[in-house]
């Protein structure tokens, strides 16, 4: 994997108000609840590393679960736990090289890969974003998940796999964002991977696995002691 990520150049981070004045100005309806962070994300600890399975299969789950339970009310810690490890594991075989040739290709056309960011945020569907940390002695990558587009101050609002009950912001005029007293000066908004049809199939596969195939198991044995 080549380990670097395209910043934001200071002309690109300047368009992002005008982009968004443009989006929210063709009155895009929200589909879903605002996102929150208490109910929509991960309980559990960051610490194991699985940070971009986190933000992801928060994303899915908020977008594609409407009308039932929030994320966490709906699967349990121990639920959460192995759906966060089998994701990260086929996301770092699967994505790494996606995401990669993608963030160090998008300085071609940085004003793009804004605009469907914020389109996407204006229209009510959190957005992944990564983030890298690069020093002498290597480079620090971190996924979170964008899910709200304030223009007026430039800023977004992100769940962060690291603070379990905590919103976050990332403000793009400093282009700088700090988690667990790691600072991040690069930043990619990966647009490829938002809805790649192997991440939706992989999410949508841990799910019935673990979810729905565990909860039709458990309804199948009350009927069977009931009768």
Known sequence: MRKSLCGLPPAVVGLAAVLAGLVLGAGAAEAHRDFTVTEDAFSISNAPGYCFAMAAFSRWYYLTKEGRPPLRKALSPDVQQRIASELQKFYSTHLVTIQANYCNACHEDPRESIQQFLAGLAKGEPRLVLLMNKSGRGAILHAVLAYEW??????????????????????????????????????????????????????????????????????????????
């Open 150 to 227: 304030v223009p007026e101050r430039n800023i977004v609002k992100v769940y962060d796999p690291n603070y379990t009950n905590q919103e976050r912001i990332i403000d793009l005029d400093q282009r700088r964002y700090t988690s667990l007293d790691v600072g991040y000066t690069a930043i990619c908004f990966p647009e490829v991977l938002n809805d790649h049809a192997g991440l939706v199939h992989k999410m949508e596969a841990l799910y019935d696995a673990h979810v729905a195939g565990r909860s039709v198991a458990v309804a199948g044995r009350s009927q069977t002691k009931a009768r």
